[in-house]
């Protein structure tokens, strides 16, 4: 096998995982998704910039599913559930991490349990996610939480 060949596998493999994340991508927003950037927060580095990572979220039920965007699995990365959340902290995205955000961002920082994450949103999918939030069924808790 020459390395014309190789180079035209490796070209085809490319074209093949580029489009299975666009489908994927495309099949995730048509079934009722929204574009949320997920960061998990460290205790160790609770106000870095890093670790943004683009994703599509998704309504459950009572579940936030979250798939990130470069990803081959079939599965949520992230879910969060509706019952344990509560909003801990509400921003504008600093400086630096304005690049990475959807464009005209607020982050929430939610905890679900023991786990902290931020969500970068833009006004309707946060006006959305919070009417989610406060929308239980009857007789079950829900709704907008704030930590005090």
């Known amino acids: 096998m020459g390395i014309s060949e190789i180079i035209g596998v490796a070209l085809l493999l490319a074209c093949l995982v580029i489009g299975w994340l666009a489908v994927r991508r495309l099949r995730l927003i048509r079934i009722g998704g929204v574009d949320v950037a997920l960061r998990r ?54 400086s630096t991490e304005e690049y990475v955000v959807p464009a005209d961002s607020t982050v929430l920082r939610c905890r679900d349990g023991q786990r902290t994450v931020e969500l970068a949103m833009t006004p309707g999918v946060l006006t959305g996610f919070l009417s989610w939030l406060e929308a239980a069924p009857p007789g079950r808790f829900g709704g907008y939480r704030k930590a005090s």
């Open 41 to 94: 927060v460290r205790a160790s580095a609770p106000r870095s910039t890093r670790g943004w990572n683009l994703g599509v979220g998704r309504y459950r039920g009572d579940e936030f599913a979250w798939y990130r965007v470069i990803s081959l699995g079939g599965g949520a990365n992230v879910v969060l559930s509706r019952l344990d959340l509560e909003i801990v902290d509400r921003r504008r995205p600093g």
